[in-house]
């Protein structure tokens, strides 16, 4: 088999682990501002109902979802659009606008790109978005 045809044969699969491993860092993020677990000290007196704590609710929701593949285009959209606020309202202040490695951005930025690739491309293999659209039989 050529690479190309190896390639495509395996891309439901690649798609999977980078939605999997996307939403996993992104719960993480979630869980870390919601219930300080991961321990992140800047979020030790984090207060609820405010932008950060939405944001954290998203986050957990949203990362959760794309771990299970489910919603995976509403999820992975929504959150890539928290992604481009964050980077806006959070980074771009900083200075360097359009250089993220210098204003601490480069994390917000990947992860919109990667969010919209799965907000268009769908889930991939082994989510529920996929065994709900197999025929029954």
Not at 116 to 121: P, T
Request: aromatic share 10%; hydrophobic share 55%.
């Amino acid at each position: 088999m050529k690479l190309r045809e190896t390639a495509a044969a395996w891309q439901p699969q690649a798609l999977a682990l980078l939605r999997i491993v996307i939403g996993y860092q992104i719960l993480c993020h979630g869980t870390a501002k919601l219930f300080g677990m991961p321990h992140v000290a800047m979020f030790d007196t984090l207060q609820a109902f405010t932008l950060i704590w939405f944001a954290g609710v998203i986050e957990v929701v949203g990362g959760g979802l794309l771990i299970l593949g489910l919603c995976t285009r509403v999820a992975a959209f929504i959150l890539s659009g928290e992604m481009a606020f964050a980077y806006l309202i959070g980074h771009a202040p900083k200075g360097h606008v359009l250089v993220p490695s210098l204003n601490g951005g480069d994390t917000a930025v990947t992860w919109c790109f990667v969010l919209l690739l799965l907000a268009a491309a769908g889930a991939g293999a082994w989510s529920v978005d996929a065994a709900l659209r197999r025929p029954r039989g």
